[in-house]
């Protein structure tokens, strides 16, 4: 088993930063990939990016490039959400997740229990 523990949400001004941590603890060789969801009132928790734990490779969704990064500390074990030129829109719970091959991201192995981000306008 793999446990996913996340840190770092809070409430921000629009146009502000926060960094999200995920730490992973457990089976964490049996990692391939890690990712983050977010799911905001009323609405189905959304992929929004990830990175390979093999070659540190990433992919986000169009809403979030440019303005979030995705990153890993391998000797931590933690993965990293730098978000910046935060949006009102982007209020949501953010959840860390892991899979343990490659696949779509649409039923991952591991959920974290989530970290409420705000922004405010």
């Known amino acids: 088993q793999v446990q996913l523990v996340e840190s770092g949400g809070g409430l921000v001004q629009a146009g502000g930063s926060l960094r999200l941590s995920c730490a992973a603890s457990g089976r964490t060789f049996s990692i391939y990939a890690m990712g983050w969801f977010r799911q905001a009132p009323g609405k189905e928790r959304d992929f929004i990016a990830s990175i390979s734990w093999s070659d540190d490779s990433t992919y986000y969704v169009a809403s979030v490039k440019g303005r979030f990064t995705i990153s890993r500390d391998n000797a931590k074990n933690t993965v990293y959400l730098q978000m910046n030129n935060l949006k009102p829109e982007d209020t949501a719970v953010y959840y860390c997740?892991?899979?343990?091959?490659?696949?779509?991201?649409?039923?991952?192995?591991?959920w974290g229990q989530g970290t409420q981000v705000t922004v405010s306008s």
């Open positions: 997740a892991a899979q343990k091959r490659p696949s779509s991201w649409s039923s991952p192995n591991y």
